[in-house]
């Protein structure tokens, strides 16, 4: 029988309920189910998503730990329990789930407590142990606010929901050494177990202006060394690497591999989030675990030709191994784009977005898919089909019969006449500011969606693609214009923008939005590109959304497939906007 994560909920609460009036109440803050009185709740909150993960209030931002355990699946995050503003006193916040959509909210796993963690417990990982037990690693920002890193484990193993955790009566277990500076030295990686025995982790750090990852060794995971001074990836000039992650990707499927696999079947991938410029980069290449050195396909050029997870809000994520599909899955947080004190009167910021499954792809061998994991489409509801509608030069025409603001959309996009491209020298060329500054009309686009507009299009969101033709191939141009996404003032309007290569056979271009209220996560030709945006419209909000497929080329195009779904509301333990219709 099927059991509801509410249903689910509830009888924790009840349970926990019954045990503090047996127990009597002073008990109640040392239960780890989440109390349903401590949360303030905003009343009609237009922004608020619906069907990505949210805590029930305040600040969040990174995710932290994702791992599967016992038949569930466990997601920690950054959370501010006391404002919907970072500073410090940052726990560990804990959600569980069955399907990785639906989630029950418990208690924090941890909390600011001993001299080594005192001021906030920073982001981490978990790793799972050759014994099947689950250990976490996590920045402590001590009393003289150093970063070390320290330990906590379960204190039941025998609970799938690991409500309980420990911290290691050797805490710190590391802390900074020359190689790092003492504040700038945070987020230990999951950790890989080597042909000898040893486990490896990678800690972002930061020496002078050098961005670095730093390669600790254990064979117990309680006392790490520094094998080696020079640094397992660095960077110059960018500043500090944060919340670095190392994993390989088989080079035969889509199916994820463990962290720990070593073959010549696989590639390995590193990313690094640069502070700096709150971006995700990722670099394929080749790990050569006998010298203890990763060698990447390319290196940071710090300009577009760099390879990103996601080309607009995507910041500090973290992937897991999912054992029970065989998957890699990828979450990764989205902030928001207005100012403080919006946040304060929502009482809430920051969410995070779908997790994705991520692969190597086979095309190119050299980057990475992305795709909304299918456990989404279970909220999948009423549908909208357009087939073999032509669009002709500034056409538009709405899907209309779906709540708009909260739906998801694939359309598949031919084009007929390719070969008409207009010529252009890409070199050098800056998609993100050609996305802000390309004229409104080219040959072959811009055509996409417009989300979240308002019936009168003052307030629309465009996800569009144009097509070029350079010297030998065809380069497309995917923007996420959001320079009318809002009548509001004081927002971050920022378009995004990036190049991929357009196959000539066959001649399409696919794109797929989940679209949340506040959130838009566009995947571009098939997951190739990603690109996810905020947006706080004032008029298309809730049933006043509307959604449109455009084409502003004087060449016309065909929707050669569009399927769109209203989505059902997730189960997230949060408040149901009753303002608007949903499914």
Known sequence: MEISATLVLVLLALFT??????????????????????????????????????PPQNWMNDPNGPMYYKGVYHLFYQHNPSAATFGDGIVWGHSVSYDLINWIHLNNAIEPSEAYDIISCWSGSATILLDGKPVIMYTGIDHNRHQVQNLA????????????????????VIIPSEVAEVD????????WHGKDGKWRIIIGAQKGDQGRAILYQSEDFVNWKLEDANPFYATDNTGVCECPDFYPVSINGTNGVDSSVESSSVRHVAKVGYLRMAHDYYFVGKYLSDEERFIADAKFT???????????????????????KNRRILWGWVNESDSEKDDIDKGWAGVQSIPRQVWLDNKS????????????????????????????????????????????????????????????????????????????SGIIGPFGLLALASKDLREHTAISFRVYKTSNKYVGLMCSDQSRSSLQNGLDKTTYGTFFDVDSNPRTISLRSLIDHSIIE????????????????????????????????????LISKLNAWCMKEAEIGHVKNMSYKTC
């Open 17 to 54: 309920f019954l045990q503090n009036v047996a127990n009597g109440f002073d008990s109640w803050p040392h239960t780890n189910t989440i109390n349903p009185f401590k949360y303030r709740v905003p009343e009609n909150p237009p922004y608020r998503t619906s069907y990505h993960f949210q």
């Open 153 to 172: 484990m379960p204190k039941n193993l025998s609970d799938p929901f690991l409500r309980e955790w420990v911290k290691h009566t050797q805490n710190p």
């Open 184 to 191: 700038n030295f945070r987020d230990p990686s999951t950790a």
């Open 302 to 324: 710090g300009t577009s030709l760099d390879l990103r997870y996601d080309y607009g809000k995507f910041y500090a994520s973290k992937s897991f191994f999912d054992y029970a």
């Open 365 to 440: 061998g050299n980057r990475l898919v992305q795709w909304p994991i299918e456990e989404v489409e279970k909220l999948r509801s009423k549908n909208i089909s357009i087939n073999g509608e032509k669009l002709g030069g500034g056409s538009i025409l709405e899907v209309s019969g779906i709540t708009a603001s909260q739906a998801d959309i694939e359309v598949l996009f031919e084009i007929p006449e390719l070969e008409n491209a207009e010529s252009f020298d890409l070199s050098g060329v800056d998609p993100q500011l050609l996305c802000s500054n390309a004229p409104r």
């Open 522 to 557: 566009s995947f571009g030709e098939g997951g190739r590109v990603c690109m996810s945006s905020r947006v706080y419209p004032k008029l298309a909000t809730g049933n006043e959304a509307h959604l449109y497929v455009f084409n502003n080329g004087t060449m016309s195009i």
